[in-house]
């Protein structure tokens, strides 16, 4: 079956340290998006990607960064400079027209 | 795309229809309302979406008013598997590059 799968569930990561995220989907979906959701908290909008080799900064970029060079992956890094970066990170993918997103089911990183 | 309300909170009894409002008083003629629910830890979930006529689906029915400043999601048998936050969002379709802006949702508790 098509989906969109992140790994891994839980993460842990120590101060100072960058960590990576990944999302990988099935879907041929063109555009692919990261978003952060802090406890009680809507999604906010880290970065997005149309096209393979195309990225934009959303809300809240600083801190952390991506890439996209295949159109199935869309990996998502955790950078040192992020200062707050304890959250639950959902991926996204769709496709052109009036259907819907599919998200994955989440990564929960914390920092120790 | 056009600012959303919700209210934070509503109960609902197993088995009787839940119907969740949203005001969008600043919605434009080409942006579509969507819905999208999120169950603990997990990512959202597409539920329906619609632009000016009643959609109804396998999930839930979309009421959008006349002046389409205001829309009502019915979820017409409510069960506990139906407990989650409930997220609506109008914007514009067509580009697979505008993003989603997720405000708080609705948090519905289905109680036996």
């Known amino acids: 079956d098509g989906g969109i799968t992140q790994s891994p569930k839980y993460l842990f990561r120590k101060e100072g340290q960058n960590v990576t995220l990944s999302c990988e989907q099935n879907?041929?979906?063109?555009?692919m998006y990261w978003y952060r959701q802090d406890p009680g908290q809507g999604l906010r909008l880290i970065y997005y990607?149309?096209?393979?080799?195309?990225?934009q900064k959303g809300d809240i970029a600083e801190g952390y960064s991506v890439s996209r060079e295949k159109k199935e992956s869309f990996p998502l890094t955790v950078t040192s400079a992020q200062k707050n970066p304890t959250a639950f990170y959902l991926c996204?993918?769709?496709?052109?027209?009036?259907?819907?997103?599919?998200f994955g089911s989440g990564t929960r990183l914390t920092v120790v | 795309d056009a600012k959303t309300t919700q209210p934070p909170s509503m109960d609902c009894a197993e088995g009787r229809a839940a119907n969740l409002p949203c005001n969008h008083s600043?919605?434009?003629?080409?942006?579509?309302v969507y819905w999208y629910r999120q169950i603990h830890s997990q990512g959202p979930q597409y539920i329906i979406h619609?632009?000016?006529n009643n959609e109804t689906n396998e999930m839930a029915s979309l009421i959008i008013t006349e002046d389409r400043k205001s829309s009502t999601l019915i979820l017409p048998h409510a069960t506990l598997r139906d407990t989650a936050v409930y997220y609506c969002?109008?914007?514009?379709?067509?580009?697979?590059?505008?993003?989603?802006?997720f405000g708080g949702g609705t948090r519905l508790m289905v109680k036996p």
């Open positions: 619609g632009l000016k």
């Open positions: 969002i109008v914007r514009v379709e067509g580009n697979a590059g505008n993003m989603l802006t």
């Open positions: 990607s149309q096209i393979v080799n195309d990225f």
């Open positions: 879907l041929n979906h063109d555009a």
């Open positions: 600043t919605i434009s003629g080409n942006e579509y």
């Open positions: 996204a993918s769709r496709v052109q027209g009036l259907r819907g997103y599919t």
